[in-house]
């Protein structure tokens, strides 16, 4: 049986674009969200197996990764969450939550999943920010435990090569259901994508586009990387 990708937090805006394109090539999917009804929707279409999971329950984690089978050709966390606020009103509960949900889920399922990647020589990716390499004002508590996945990145790419792969993508604000605090006043959102080199917000698709490829044999020789997917704002003047 082929080993497949398992992609965390599928239905989601970048996790569903992803489950989408990978289904597209007949790429086995083992998909996991917490909202059961929409992943046995999303499983129904792509012909995916599935698991309900919480990213904050560490058992919960580990058994997607045994439901997914004893080898793995990739997998995909594209779990996150979006807290800005300005310094004065963050709590030391907002750094925690966000920091569980962001990096030690992520870390949970790197550790649980390692023996069966290693087993398909697959690859991993994690999802970063474009705050994580730029300051950002209201950006405490995000910009600090997005810079901590990418420190993950790299100290995991690190100790799982060369069986593993492990990358990590950094987009820039995406219009998807997670930004709708920020995107859903029209002049805001207009405002925010001036400040992009290509003048628009990106799409779950552009992320989704770039996980595609380096969960692939294409990118057999990418790891390690933190790679931006941001109009350019993480590196140009607008």
């Not at 991993?124 to 390499?133: D, H, M, T």
């Amino acid at each position: 049986m082929p080993a497949p990708i398992v992609i965390f937090g599928a239905t989601g805006g970048v996790g569903r674009a992803l489950a989408a394109k990978l289904a597209a090539r007949g790429q086995d999917l083992h998909l996991a969200a917490r909202d059961r009804e929409a992943l046995a929707t999303l499983a129904d279409e792509t012909g995916a197996t599935s698991s309900s999971f919480d990213a904050l329950d560490e058992a919960s984690i580990a058994q997607v990764i045994k439901d997914a089978g004893p080898a793995i050709s990739g997998l995909a966390f594209c779990v996150g969450s979006i807290i800005v606020k300005p310094l004065a009103r963050s709590s030391s509960d907002d750094m925690l939550t966000a920091y569980r949900l962001n990096v030690v889920a992520a870390m949970i399922a790197l550790r649980e999943a390692a023996p069966a990647l290693a087993a398909a020589e697959g690859a991993a990716v994690l999802f970063s920010s474009v705050a994580a390499g730029l300051g950002f004002s209201g950006h405490a508590v995000i910009g600090t435990v997005k810079a901590a996945v990418e420190g993950l990145t790299l100290s995991v790419a690190a100790e799982l090569a060369p069986k593993v792969r492990v990358n990590c993508i950094a987009p820039s604000l995406l219009d998807t259901k997670m930004a709708e605090p920020l995107t859903a006043n029209e002049s805001l959102a207009k405002g925010i994508a001036k400040l992009h080199p290509m003048k628009r917000l990106g799409r779950a698709e552009d992320a989704a586009a770039l996980a595609a490829f380096l969960l692939s044999p294409e990118a057999g020789w990418i790891t390690g990387q933190v790679i931006g997917v941001d109009g350019g704002r993480g590196r140009l003047t607008a």
